[in-house]
């Protein structure tokens, strides 16, 4: 070691007990380390989906299974993309064959052929986890298992589930399933493991299109929390009370 390198070390070290962090801390990764650390940052993770830029081509949520380890056969999925098709007689009509995971090759909502000129309207929503600021699955998990990180997510141990369900009951938005290997609760996490090492999450990367992004709203600088301060977005069953921090562009008012 040169004399430089034990210097800095030296500096390093006397830091890190002037400002009180344990050597234990540098353990990174550990989620409770990681929590405190994101909470001093001022970090709270959001997503924006745009519906005016999403094709329906399901690259999200072929890349959401491969990363998440979903079964990629199975029909359950962390994120999905739905397809509206309003027709000139009032008909609403929406699927998500798969989750979207192939896309959407027939024109057969539903099992229905619509011809092009019978369409009002035709659109596709992605959708995700909210992680909501008052989630309902937090609060009816009888064990604790599923709990908020103070960045935002939500988040489950699988160590700790008993698969009894009721948070897959108590959340409005339907995101939540079972894992069909583990047998417990599962849901989409923001790819909590690569957002913590600073990068985007699967379905962000996979987007072709930009209708995906992930930020943190309190970073003024960031071109996220920007569009969600300055541009009209809207969030999933505001009614519900459960402060999404999903907020979508261009939603339109069909949707459920
Ligand atoms: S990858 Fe992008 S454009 Fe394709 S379905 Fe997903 S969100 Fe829509
Ligand atoms: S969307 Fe559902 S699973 Fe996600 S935090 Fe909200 S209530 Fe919980």
Not at 4 to 15: A, I, P
Not at 133 to 138: D, I, M
Request: net charge positive.
């Amino acid at each position: 070691m040169d004399c430089d390198r034990r210097e800095f070390l030296k500096v390093g070290f006397k830091t890190l007990l002037a400002t009180g962090v344990s050597i234990g801390a540098f353990e990174l990764l550990k989620p409770e380390v990681l929590a405190a650390l994101n909470k001093e940052k001022g970090l709270r993770w959001v997503f924006v989906v745009d519906t005016t830029k999403c094709v329906g081509c399901g690259m999200c949520v072929r890349a959401c299974k491969l990363e998440n380890e979903v079964p990629y056969e199975t029909n359950v999925s962390r994120t999905w993309v739905e397809r509206y098709v309003m027709t000139k007689d009032g008909k609403i009509l929406v699927d998500s064959p798969k989750a979207a995971r192939d896309g959407f090759i027939k024109n057969d909502p539903m099992g229905v052929t619509v011809k092009k000129e019978d369409i009002d309207k035709a659109f596709f929503v992605p959708k995700l986890c909210n992680q909501c600021e008052a989630p309902p699955c937090v609060q009816v998990c009888p064990v604790g298992a599923t709990y908020q990180a103070p960045d935002g997510v939500v988040l489950v141990d699988r160590t700790w589930c008993i698969g009894c369900g009721y948070c897959i009951m108590a959340c409005p938005y339907g995101v939540r399933f079972f894992h069909p290997l583990y047998r417990v609760a599962e849901k989409c996490n923001f790819c909590y493991h690569r957002i913590n090492k600073g990068m985007k999450t699967a379905c962000v990367d996979a987007c072709a299109f930009g209708a995906r992004q992930i930020g943190n709203i309190k970073d003024l600088e960031d071109p996220v929390a920007r569009i969600i301060k300055t541009e009209r977005t809207a969030v999933l069953k505001e009614e519900f009370g459960t402060k999404p921090h999903v907020f979508y562009i261009g939603l339109d008012s069909i949707v459920r």
